[in-house]
């Protein structure tokens, strides 16, 4: 009889606190605040033989997790508690309460034998911030907010600034600046955004080559138009000056527009080739030849050169990306000849021109500018 009574008094009790649990969870996700308690209970997450070391808001000697995780739920400010790995003195353990979390002082957050760290769970848990983002949890709300390193964006930081025009629509920014842009496999690069019309037309301009045409660092068959590698990244951070470079912008960001410039004897003259393309590389890279149709009168007009001083010879005219004749070939530019015939063309304007690294060929050389937008 005695047996009956317990058994059913004991299965009673089971059925009593699994109906408990059940409203636990049915809750717990969507307001860990709510009573009862044992909604809170459920909400903690332990971490093995770790020790988050912070100002503490209470130490206490306890009996078990339960009552430890159970204190720290009656304080409004505590997120997190160290709890004794091995029972102490009395067979208790030590107890402490936390008013921080290993997100906010990830620092202080350690391996240690002697204790184990529950933290309250937090929409953090997850690790929902991308490239390094700090995840800032919200206990109220169950929300969470990413705090982005610098040249990412986006909810998870999931955003990269890969151009001047992501970050100038990000910030509605309309100055000429200095800024990080960021690119994946790759490192972070300064570069001076160019803002509103210089001689290209309106909008953001990101630049992406500057080359001597009086050095030989990036002549026609020079690695630098075919490799992914940078040349003097510093000579983005500055304007239109004699400091040659060739940034990651060069195989990373896709444009719709092309804007040329050179300087010649002082004189600087801008033309703007409409092309869209993943990246300037797409288009030189692989040695296909892609054609323009400024013409030549702009070509010409990219030197500043009146008469026939530009040393454009009048015949074949062929222009483009990888423009190909016999005689030679242009990375970007235009070749021509007194005779018509495109086999033996001995003249040129561009860039990456066999016989001129940049300018005219066999007439002058020139500081020349790729920007993309
Ligand atoms: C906690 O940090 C303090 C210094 O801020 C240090 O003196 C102490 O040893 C640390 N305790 C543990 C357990 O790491
Ligand atoms: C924990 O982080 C807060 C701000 O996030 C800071 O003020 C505090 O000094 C940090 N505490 C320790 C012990 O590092």
Redesign the pocket.
């Known amino acids: 009889m005695f047996l009956v009574y317990f058994q059913f008094y004991y299965s009673l009790l089971i059925i009593w606190s699994d109906l408990i649990l059940e409203a636990a969870c049915s809750q717990g996700v969507h307001d860990i605040y709510s009573p009862p308690q044992t909604v809170r209970q459920h909400v903690f997450v332990r971490e093995e033989f770790r020790y988050l070391?912070?100002?503490r808001i209470g130490t206490y000697t306890v009996d078990d997790s339960f009552e430890c995780t159970f204190r720290c739920l009656s304080h409004s400010s505590c997120y997190s508690v160290n709890l004794a790995s091995s029972r102490g003195i009395e067979g208790k353990f030590w107890c402490e309460l936390l008013s921080?979390d290993k997100n906010?002082?990830s620092?202080?957050y350690r391996g240690n034998k002697n204790s184990h760290h529950f933290v309250i769970k937090s929409p953090c848990s997850s690790s929902p911030c991308q490239n390094e983002g700090t995840c800032a949890p919200s206990y109220k709300n169950g929300m969470f907010e990413c705090l982005c390193k610098k040249g990412f964006s986006g909810e998870f930081c999931e955003k990269a600034f890969e151009s001047c025009k992501d970050v100038t629509n990000f910030y509605k920014s309309k100055a000429s600046q200095l800024v990080t842009l960021y690119f994946r496999n790759w490192k972070t690069v300064s570069v001076l955004c160019r803002m509103g019309d210089f001689g290209c037309g309106d909008g953001t301009w990101t630049p992406v080559m500057k080359i001597d045409g009086n050095k030989n660092t990036f002549p026609y068959n020079s690695g630098y138009w075919t490799d992914k590698s940078e040349y003097n990244p510093s000579g983005g951070t500055t304007g239109f000056d004699s400091q040659e470079t060739k940034l990651p912008t060069y195989w990373n960001t896709p444009f719709s527009k092309i804007c040329l410039g050179m300087k010649v004897s002082g004189q600087l003259k801008f033309t703007v080739i409409n092309k869209q393309a993943s990246s300037l590389h797409s288009l030189i890279a692989d040695g296909h030849y892609r054609a323009t149709s400024l013409g030549r009168n702009r070509w010409i007009a990219l030197t500043g050169r009146a008469g026939s001083s530009h040393g454009l010879q009048p015949n074949c005219n062929k222009e483009g990306f990888n423009a190909p004749t016999t005689h030679r070939r242009a990375r970007i530019g235009i070749l021509g000849n007194n005779e018509n015939d495109c086999r033996t063309c001995d003249s040129g304007i561009g860039i990456g021109v066999e016989g001129r690294v940049c300018g005219s060929v066999s007439s002058f050389g020139a500081m020349c500018y790729i920007l993309v937008q």
């Open positions: 070391n912070v100002s921080s906010r002082n620092t202080e």
